[in-house]
């Protein structure tokens, strides 16, 4: 089960600008900072490129694990947010299943 991470306004995220291309050819993602979101899969992204350059994107696909990667510009969550998130997930079901048990739930 992969952990959907819903997307908030100031949180930072990589973009790769090239799509696909970027990853293919191994190059590092730029730094973004979540700055509206359109939905689960669209944000407008604050970015800075490879030489501290500022600028924006609008509309860019935020891809979540398993989701297919596109041709076009996308951005992704690091890797540390989707482990926190999983983390998170799975205590949560813990607790679910202790307060179940605890009060005779089923």
Known sequence: MTTKIKPTVGRVVWYYPN???DLDAGAQPWA?????????T??????????????AATSVALVQEEDPIPHHAFC???PYQIG?????EHL???????????????
């Not at 973004?32 to 689960?40: G, K, L, R």
């Not at 669209?42 to 600028?55: K, Q």
């Not at 926190?84 to 998170?88: D, E, G, L, R």
């Not at 079901?93 to 009060?103: M, N, Q, S, Y």
């Open 19 to 21: 799509g696909k291309m």
């Open 42 to 55: 669209c944000v407008n992204l604050g970015l800075t490129d490879p030489n501290g350059n500022h600028g």
């Open 76 to 78: 992704t969550w690091m």
């Open 32 to 40: 973004a900072t979540i700055a509206y979101v359109h939905s689960d």
């Open 92 to 106: 949560s079901r813990v607790a679910e299943a202790a307060r179940r048990g605890f009060h005779g739930e089923t």
């Open 84 to 88: 926190q998130a999983a983390k998170t």
